[in-house]
């Protein structure tokens, strides 16, 4: 069995790329991201764009989106479903707590919680300051976030399969999982594993979702020369107070 590093922004590399789409339970709704580059205003962003979803949607729309993503086997897998498509698409390989692109954007976005990958506040609040370094005056971020809940103990060690497009057995399983409401965070060993004719993969990696409470981020947010337009649900509607699923719309301060 293959171990690896437990460095965030190496988890989505290797047999992890290769079964996110086949495994995946969740799509974003791609016209929820065109409403808001359409209101916001293009240039914009998707950070963590992964494979592509809804990146390419936006782009078969006409939007002028570019995407950036810490793995580089994630991205290729864009760059291919692009080309099949007759999709034009510009990705960056960089990680969201380190942007630097020659450009800066109306709007910067991400599809989903992802923002939740980043292990901690220091690294959350670098991601924040990258995101304004990156934001016209005037421009506006969408941060999704979520707060996690204990998975009960009936699904740990159930395993979730997939058929991959070339007839590869892929299958996936939390082995185990500890929370800490400290630090706010919920540490998981997950596994992936692929079986073809070629033999068979087995891979354990640690997944870590870190949570914040809605005065929390608020700060870290304010702090990075950002304000808090609006928090509202999956729905649209408002917030009042922490919630399991806040969407945090954020504009950009102008300088002095």
Known sequence: MNAHGSDPADFYTGIVAECYAPLKSFSPDAEVYAAFVRE????????????????????????????????????????????????????????????????????????????????DDGTAAAALRSIRRHLVDGGAALIPLHIPSPTPAGQVGKVRTAVADDGVELRFSLVSEERDEHLRTQSALVRYERHGDDGSTVVERPWVLHWYTRSGFEELAAAAGLVTVSVTDGNGNAVEGDAAYMVFRLGAEGRC
């Open 40 to 119: 916001t205003g293009a240039p914009a962003l998707e950070l963590g764009c992964g494979d592509g979803d809804p990146l390419l949607a936006l782009r078969r729309r006409g939007l002028d989106v570019e995407g950036v993503d810490s793995s580089a086997d994630m991205l290729e897998r864009c760059r291919r479903r692009a080309e099949e498509a007759g999709v034009a698409v510009t990705v960056h390989h960089q990680r969201m707590e380190a942007l630097d692109l020659p450009r800066r954007f109306q709007a910067v976005f991400l599809a989903g919680p992802t923002f939740n990958l980043l292990p």
